[in-house]
């Protein structure tokens, strides 16, 4: 009698729907940005929560360029960091933020 080994059936290549799907959401997704520093720890908390949320964001380091730190107090009217836009909603910082997430108002807002 010979016994064989159950093998796991794992589609490696996703298919066009599921590519499709992935595609559909990513356009759906909000253009998140966040205004940070190295040495910052809110900013480290803030990228954690987008980061669990498996949200993508593009973080703008205002220690390294100077005309974004102008540019980040002219679009905020705030001179702190985190400062964190949801396409053209100004969140605020990482406090502003954990509070619409304790209200849940974050996930709507990130289109999750």
């Known amino acids: 009698m010979l016994f064989r080994a159950a093998v796991p059936d794992f589609n490696l290549h996703p298919s066009a729907a599921s590519r499709k799907d ?5 356009k759906s997704m909000p253009k998140v940005v966040i205004y940070t520093t190295l ?12 980061q669990r949320k498996r949200v ?17 107090m002219s ?8 400062q964190i836009f ?8 990482y406090d502003d ?6 209200r ?7 289109g999750l």
């Open 86 to 93: 949801i396409d053209d909603f100004h969140v605020g910082g």
């Open 22 to 26: 992935a595609q559909k959401q990513a």
């Open 97 to 102: 933020m954990a509070a619409m997430e304790a």
């Open 39 to 50: 040495m910052c720890p809110y900013c480290v908390r803030a990228k954690h929560l987008l």
């Open 56 to 72: 993508h964001y593009q973080e703008i380091r205002v220690d390294l360029d100077h005309d974004q730190l102008r540019a980040m």
């Open 75 to 82: 679009l905020s009217q705030r001179r702190t960091v985190p």
């Open 104 to 110: 849940g108002e974050l996930d709507p807002r990130l």
